[in-house]
């Protein structure tokens, strides 16, 4: 079967470094699906003004293609430890699709505004289907590895100055992405620069102790 995409994804995040792990974990990261011809037409989202949240169905077009394994290791584990594929929403998958629960915020005629996701600047999104409820949520379930281990946060620091030029809500924006700690997990180099590009910037931070420390905003 050949699936082709129905939208492109646009996001202030222009690579995949600093995308959340998963959808949600950063609330206020908007962008925009703009649907391709003839998914632009208003009559293929209407109706969906009435659900607060939506699925994406979207593809990892930012990884190497070199063959998924049948193991993985997710940061949630430290990075070290390895499970099943199957068992993981690892981006290195048999056939490399996402699936992206996101809160709808605008419906328009060819663009879908949205909040929470998880995806990169130009990522192709395959489908969108609406959140229900009743089927989607099943409160109480397991969920294996997950609810063995714990996510420590991070502490952002962000200098009132950085924040200023950024703006209220990038700002904000740019604490819920770091307090997930984009590193890869094995790396604790506190002396390590790290860039993460959002909007226009290309912000540089450092990590120690449990802490983000912001140190220069770069115009890209």
């Known amino acids: 079967m050949n699936i082709e995409p129905v939208a492109f994804y646009h996001s202030p995040l222009k690579g995949k470094f600093g995308v959340p792990r998963q959808s949600g974990l950063a609330p206020t990261l ?9 998914y ?11 659900f607060d949240y939506c699925w994406l169905i979207w593809g990892f077009s930012m990884n190497p293609e070199s063959g998924a394994s049948l193991t993985v290791r997710p940061p949630r584990l430290g990075g070290n430890e390895r499970v099943g594929v199957f068992a993981s929403r690892s981006p290195f998958r ?28 130009g990522t192709p999104v395959y489908d969108v289907k609406p959140y229900i409820a009743y ?5 109480g379930a397991r969920c294996g590895f997950v609810d063995c281990t714990d996510w420590e946060k991070l502490e952002v620091n962000i200098p009132d100055e950085l924040s200023e030029q950024l703006g209220e809500v990038l700002s904000g924006t740019l604490a819920e992405l770091l307090a997930q700690d984009p590193r890869p997990r094995y790396h604790d180099d506190q002396e390590r620069v790290y860039g993460l ?24």
């Open 135 to 139: 089927a989607d949520s099943k409160p």
């Open 94 to 121: 048999p056939n490399g699709l996402g699936l992206s629960c996101v809160k709808i915020e605008k419906v328009s005629s060819g663009i879908l505004k949205v909040s929470g996701a998880d995806l990169a600047d």
């Open 40 to 50: 632009d037409a208003e009559e293929a989202v209407r109706g969906l003004e009435g």
């Open 197 to 220: 590009i959002l909007g226009d910037y290309d912000v540089k931070f450092t990590v120690s102790a449990g802490k983000v420390f912001v140190r220069s905003l770069e115009k890209c």
């Open 30 to 38: 908007c962008g925009e699906l703009h649907f391709v011809h003839p």
